[in-house]
């Protein structure tokens, strides 16, 4: 999730290889209070808050009543968002520090209430609770990029979602932001900044820092690395048609400097996100 702020003595990326037991480092327990306080106060000049929010209610266009699932909803930022429009959310996540977290900041009022917020402690895919085809829109945001088991979501996915119904998923963007292999440059002849990517196809599982430079408690993740072809195949196999695609750049604007320039000029030329929109095969699409 943290973009070019991974940890420097990790180790080399690995490619990913299948394995029949999949790992459960990815969880966010550890993390789980730094990342309510990064996100608090409705999440004021994040890119949570500033960007991916405004973009995704945009893109989902929420009705009152649509059944919505937030997937890996973390402290309930994004959910607590879509409840306001729809009065009727999902919001599951893998970490019970965090759901703990996300009924704390929820109105009392929207909690264990039909027609209010259902919060669960699950994997992303293994959502028992919900109906084969009971929803209407599903959205995972930066989270997918921390999930080991693609096909399985997106599968789960397609089961709970009805026919014609959407998936909205948010990732950093993966031909630009690869940790450990992707970084920023100085061109001092041309005076631009450039991103470097040193590879982009092959599928890698990556430790992340998730407080670099702290010397301890810094907690870690594991990231999954994927081209945009393993998402559109794992998509299709799934059931799903891919109807749009956006790429959101940076908001935010350099400190005063003689590189001020050439970086805001990068920061709106490439992209930091990419947010996929996924229609589910069958009925009327």
């Given at each position: 999730m943290w973009y070019d702020r991974v940890m420097t003595n990790a180790p080399k990326p690995l490619e990913v290889r299948k394995s029949s037991k999949p790992q459960k480092s990815t969880s966010w327990e550890h993390v789980a209070e730094w990342y309510d306080r990064l996100l608090e106060g409705n999440g004021a000049g994040t890119y949570q808050k500033e960007l991916i929010l405004p973009n995704l209610l945009r893109l989902m266009d929420l009705?009152?009543?649509?059944?919505?699932?937030?997937?890996?909803?973390?402290?309930?930022?994004?959910t607590r968002e879509f409840f306001k429009i729809t009065k009727n959310v999902t919001g599951a996540d893998a970490s019970k520090a965090l759901v703990a977290l996300a009924k704390e900041h929820s109105p009392a009022a929207t909690q264990g209430k039909e027609g209010g917020i259902d919060w669960h402690v699950a994997e992303a895919d293994k959502l028992p609770f919900l109906k084969d085809g009971s929803l209407d829109k599903a959205v995972i945001v930066l989270a997918l990029q921390n999930m080991e088991d693609l096909a399985g979501v997106f599968k789960e996915c397609a089961?709970?979602?009805?026919?014609?119904?959407?998936?909205?998923?948010?990732?950093?963007?993966?031909?630009?932001?690869?940790?450990?292999?992707?970084?920023?440059?100085?061109?001092?002849?041309?005076?631009?900044?450039?991103?470097?990517?040193?590879?982009?196809?092959?599928?890698?599982?990556?430790?992340?820092?998730?407080?670099?430079?702290?010397?301890?408690?810094?907690?870690q993740t594991l990231s999954f690395h994927r081209p945009l072809q393993s998402y559109f195949k794992a998509l299709g196999k799934a059931g799903f048609g891919v109807v749009g695609m956006e790429e959101w750049n940076s908001h935010k604007k350099s400190e005063p400097g003689p590189r001020a320039v050439a970086e805001d000029k990068a920061r709106k030329e490439i992209p930091l996100f990419l947010c996929f929109v996924c229609k589910k095969i069958g009925g009327n699409v």
């Open positions: 009705k009152p009543g649509d059944r919505v699932l937030d997937l890996a909803c973390g402290q309930g930022f994004f089961r709970v979602i009805k026919p014609g119904g959407s998936l909205f998923f948010v990732l950093n963007h993966p031909a630009f932001r690869i940790p450990r292999a992707s970084g920023w440059g100085w061109d001092e002849k041309e005076k631009s900044q450039y991103r470097r990517v040193d590879r982009y196809l092959s599928e890698l599982k990556i430790s992340i820092d998730m407080h670099p430079g702290q010397k301890s408690g810094g907690g």
